[in-house]
């Protein structure tokens, strides 16, 4: 038997394979039955060749020891004339039958149903069905901080240039600098007019003021 070919052991064995894959091509077979043996080879080369991980998947049932699965689609080993019966799933609808051993019938039908499989996406496994992240996105329950910049009160920096170097925050230290640097700019004690200078930060016993 091809390795692409899935033995089913139990009806929750053939539940969860025909759940894994879009479409499922099912070989209702039995030991005793020669027709069968005849066209496993061809089976299981149609398995090796068209099987895809998600798409069509191939299994066996033993009618004689899986009588529930095979009971579901109306098949039993009573009368040779059923035996082999294919059945190619779509989902759990049935979409096509082919009764006895029929090659040419079968190679069609699994032809058609793996060009039918190709054209849709593949089922995903269970284990990963869990939300993803996209790379480059962003998590819907984050978020985004806003930094607001601090406001400057033109009115009270056009009034008093001076005073205004007194406050914090960038806009007094930036009026300061400059202030500072026209201040000593032209003079020609640069040091001690820095000191004087209304720019000059005010302290008093080592602290700043405001």
């Known amino acids: 038997m091809s390795s692409k070919v899935i033995e089913i052991n ?27 043996k005849q066209i496993s080879p061809i089976f299981s080369q149609l398995a090796t060749a068209e099987s895809k991980p998600g798409k069509i998947v191939f299994c066996k049932v033993n009618v004689d020891n899986q009588k529930d699965v095979a009971g579901t689609y109306g098949i039993s080993a009573v009368g040779h004339d059923s035996m082999p019966t294919f059945l190619i799933l779509k989902g759990t609808s049935v979409v096509e039958t082919v009764r006895g051993a029929n090659p040419t019938a079968l190679r069609t039908a699994i032809l058609s149903a793996a060009a039918n499989a190709a054209k849709g996406p593949a089922k995903s496994s269970a284990s990963f069905s869990g ?26 920096l056009m009034a008093s240039p001076a005073a205004f170097a007194q406050g914090r925050g960038w806009p ?28 000059t930060v005010q302290t008093s016993g080592g602290r700043r003021v405001g």
């Not at 759940?19 to 039955?33: E, G, I, M, R």
């Not at 790379?135 to 009270?156: E, F, H």
């Not at 040091?191 to 200078?197: D, G, P, V």
Request: hydrophobic share 35%; aromatic share 12%; with cysteine.
């Open 10 to 36: 139990s009806n929750q064995h053939f539940k969860s394979t025909v759940a894994s894959s879009t479409y499922t091509v099912v070989d209702f077979y039995a030991d005793w039955c020669g027709p069968c």
């Open 131 to 156: 939300k993803g992240q996209t790379l480059g996105s962003s998590d819907s329950n984050i978020t985004p901080k806003t930094v607001q910049a601090p406001s400057v009160d033109w009115s009270a």
């Open 172 to 199: 007094g230290a930036v009026v300061r600098f400059v202030g500072l640097y026209v201040w000593t700019l032209l003079s020609l004690e640069p040091m001690k007019a820095a000191q004087e200078s209304p720019f």
